[in-house]
């Protein structure tokens, strides 16, 4: 739909959520995006390695990891542009000695993205 025909009758008239690959509607209909599927897969492994976990506790963990891989992959791509502009710049030397200089600062460290992967029996609250 074009915006310049949305007008309010448009706007609580049509079926957003048809057209929304994160609803439900569009799992349903076979038309979503994966993240049902996400779900059920962390699901299932949280399930597997704690079964006593209630599902509150489930889904925390699981909003929890979902928050730092997607940190995580922010990251990365965030490093990857740095190379490439040090290559672009000062040539593929100068870009690996960054890659590895950025590789070897302190990352697995306590309070890091990468040390928050796995959902500690106290960090939910």
């Known amino acids: 739909m074009s915006t310049d025909k949305v ?4 706007i609580f008239t049509t079926d957003w959520a048809k057209e929304d690959r994160r609803s439900v509607k569009a799992y349903l209909n ?3 995006d994966g993240r049902v599927l996400w779900w059920n897969i962390n699901r299932w492994v949280h399930q597997h390695f704690w079964s006593k976990a209630s599902l509150e506790k489930i889904m925390f963990c699981f ?14 791509r965030a490093d990857v542009q740095e190379v490439a502009k040090a290559i672009q710049s000062e040539g593929v030397v100068a870009g690996i000695r960054f890659a590895i200089s950025s590789a070897c600062k302190t990352r697995f460290s ?3 993205t990468y040390s928050q992967l796995s959902c500690h029996k106290d960090a939910m609250p």
């Open 63 to 76: 909003h929890s990891r979902h928050q730092t891989l997607t940190l995580l992959n922010l990251e990365y």
């Open 30 to 32: 076979g038309k979503s």
């Open 7 to 10: 007008t309010n009758q448009t």
């Open 110 to 112: 306590e309070g890091s």
